[in-house]
């Protein structure tokens, strides 16, 4: 999308201005105005008024909370876009001189979002086709402001893609290229382990999980190191990248269970797309991201229930159901981010069913045991980007549930607190203030909310972004 700040209004173009700007009266006439009016009263949040082929839209938005406000400006920014491309419309631009900067890229960033649809695999390409294609606008915002904003997107997209991908394509070897490619065009570091070097690593979670896999496993290395970062110890942060998971042989059962099952690299998306944007907006703060990725499926060698699997660290690990591998390849990758002596490692992972059933597409369920200054501002992230967290409690006695008679630990917790359990076992891989972010959730939906199009949300791009550019 090509995002330019100018003044400058072209005739016959569809236009977005705030209500109570006096300059709209120069491209409605008499009747319109009264229509205008009538709907403020209304206090309707939009107004359209369509003009044969371009509408101009008025925007008021009445909000006592600043974070729905902001999230307001980002769905009508959804409703826009439809509006617009459903007249096939390429381009409109935004007047918003002397609007509150804030207001002027939420809505943008609604607008934009909402324009992502995943195509590739439609032979008419007519279909879900975005026509537009630039926006212009007059604000105060400066053209280095409205870039940031365009990175964001395009990293956003690209973590969408990367969930919408399905096996066939997305297998963990492809989830690297697609890493060293991104690494390649945004100038961040990538290294992207085989088989043969996570042997060397003695990853044995990372390995067991792909016993039973045609495809090898790949452990991937990101890091975004600039001379001027604020940061003397890098900020970890750690995706699960299950590209399918079935469950293995505690298969999932099929009636549904597994039908959105390619999304389990939400988590290495969320980090991949947050590196991306790190890097293109050129933040000063070390970063580095770890992404351990493998299928999950039944197979000839595929591990069992009851197997003793020795990971990464040494610890033995008691498995007792297959289906919970998250927590097997994000342990090897947590005891691999020590050697980093990272100030804070934060993980993103569709971990638990028991952390979608407990807030579902709307929010992120977190916990962890990082200092609480880290948590406010992850938090404060949260909802100004309106990816919201829920801390759960992360006290001992939960990591009572994940002990082993027979080894250190067992993959599995008991019949309560599943995603606090998963948690716990974690955490037994880390010597560092950490956070673990369950996003089974919102990482995947079913049908598009407002600018969350359908499928992969990308969910993780921005919270980490924001937190990350406000971390120093
Ligand atoms: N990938 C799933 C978790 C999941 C469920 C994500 C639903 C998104 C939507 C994970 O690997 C899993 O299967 N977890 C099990 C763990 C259990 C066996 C301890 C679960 O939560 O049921
Ligand atoms: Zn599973
Ligand atoms: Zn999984």
Request: aromatic residues 10%; hydrophobic residues 40%.
């Amino acid at each position: 999308m090509k995002i330019l700040s100018s003044k400058a209004i072209k005739r016959l173009e569809s236009l977005v201005f705030w209500a109570n700007d006096k300059t709209i009266e120069k491209y409605i006439n008499k009747e319109q105005e009264k229509y205008l009016q009538r709907k403020l009263k209304e206090k309707k949040d939009l107004v359209v008024i369509d003009q044969q082929g371009h509408f101009i839209f008025v925007l008021a938005v009445k909000q006592k909370d600043i974070h729905k406000e902001w999230e307001q400006y980002r769905k009508l920014g959804a409703q826009v876009f439809s509006q617009l491309n459903k007249e096939q419309l390429k381009s409109f631009h935004i007047e918003a001189k002397g609007i509150d900067n804030e207001q002027v890229k939420f809505f943008t960033e609604g607008v934009l979002l909402s324009s992502y649809s995943f195509t590739k695999y439609h032979s008419d390409k007519k279909r879900n086709k975005t026509y537009l294609a630039s926006i212009s606008i007059n604000s105060s915002l400066k053209q280095a402001n409205l870039d940031e904003i365009n990175e964001i997107y395009k990293a956003v997209s690209f973590a969408r893609d990367l969930v919408n991908e399905p096996l066939s394509y997305l297998t963990a070897e492809q989830l690297g290229e697609e890493i060293k490619g991104s690494g390649k065009a945004y100038g961040y570091n990538t290294e992207v382990l085989g088989k043969k070097q996570i042997e060397a690593l003695k990853m044995g979670g990372l390995l067991a999980v792909n016993a039973g896999s045609f495809d090898p496993p790949t452990f991937s290395i990101l890091e975004w190191k600039p001379k001027n970062a604020k940061n003397k110890q890098p900020i970890v942060i750690v995706g699960k990248g299950v590209v399918f998971d079935t469950g293995g042989v505690s298969l999932k059962p099929t009636a549904g269970s597994m039908d959105e099952m390619k999304s389990d690299m939400g988590g290495a998306a969320a980090v991949v797309g947050a590196m991306q944007a790190v890097a293109a907006n050129k933040l000063d703060i070390h970063l580095i991201a770890l992404v351990p990725a493998t299928d999950n499926r039944p197979g000839n060698k595929a591990y069992v229930p009851q197997d003793i699997i020795t990971m990464h660290d040494g610890t033995k690990v008691e498995v007792l159901n297959t289906d919970a591998e998250g927590r097997m390849i994000l342990a090897d990758a947590l005891s691999y981010a020590k050697k980093f002596n990272p100030e804070l490692v934060i993980d993103l992972a569709t971990l638990t069913g028991a952390a979608h059933a407990a807030v579902g597409m709307y929010g992120i369920v977190s916990m962890g045991n990082a200092p609480i200054r880290y948590k406010t501002k992850l938090s404060s992230s949260g909802n100004r980007v309106y990816e919201r967290l829920v801390e759960f409690p992360f006290w001992e006695e939960y990591g009572e549930l994940v002990k082993s008679d027979i080894a250190d630990i067992k993959n599995l917790g008991g019949p309560v607190g599943g995603a606090i359990t998963a948690g716990k076992f974690l955490e037994h891989f880390t010597d560092y203030p950490y956070i673990h972010l369950d996003i089974a959730g919102p990482a995947y939906i079913s049908a598009t909310d407002a600018y969350r199009t359908k499928g992969g949300t990308g969910v993780g791009v921005r919270l980490l972004y924001d937190f990350i550019k406000n971390f120093k």
